[in-house]
């Protein structure tokens, strides 16, 4: 009888891991350096996450991925920073926007996606979040107060049953 403990896990495994830990050490660089370097031509927190994750990075900066869904209302405002990570169904967008207003910005947000026809989903542990989905995309809003000033974060992929059905 043959136990396999954790140190001796198969090397494949060990890779896996290594792997994942390269990519959240990718992620952590963005959040935290991206907005600093945005304006940078030669970014090397880019570079550093592109050969991390092996490519399927848009570090957008201050303006949305270029690939960012046409579809997805977004309010107003300067874009403080946009991301795209993954590829084909698997691609998620990270886009934050400081609301060019102070007034109703959670209203605003609502009544974009519900004029552009997107579907409410259940609220998610905040009173400042929805999920929304079009058929096609499925996004997480939140909207944050923060000083006065409001920043609106959207979260958006490919809706599971649009992959689903694709497949």
């Known amino acids: 009888m043959s136990i396999r403990t954790h140190a001796s896990a198969s090397p494949s495994t060990a890779q896996g891991r290594r792997s994942r830990l390269r990519v959240l050490l990718a992620l952590l660089a963005v959040v935290l350096l991206v907005p600093s370097l945005a304006a940078c031509s030669s970014n090397p927190v880019g570079d550093f996450v592109s050969d991390a994750t092996g490519g399927g990075v848009d570090l957008a900066g201050d303006k949305l991925p270029s690939d960012f869904p046409t579809a997805v209302p977004v309010i107003e405002g300067d874009v403080i920073a946009g991301i795209g990570l993954g590829e084909d169904d698997a691609k998620v967008w990270n886009v934050t926007i400081r609301s060019a207003s102070t007034d109703a910005v959670k209203d605003a947000v609502v009544a974009k ?3 552009a026809g997107w579907t409410e989903g259940a609220p998610i ?3 400042n979040g929805v999920v929304y989905t079009d058929g096609t995309y499925t996004a997480v809003v939140i909207v ?3 000083g ?4 609106v974060n959207y979260i958006v992929g490919k809706d599971a049953s649009a992959v689903e059905n694709a497949a």
Do not use: A, V
């Open 148 to 151: 006065g000033k409001w920043t």
């Open 113 to 115: 996606f519900t004029d």
């Open 144 to 146: 944050i107060e923060d």
């Open 125 to 127: 542990q905040t009173d």
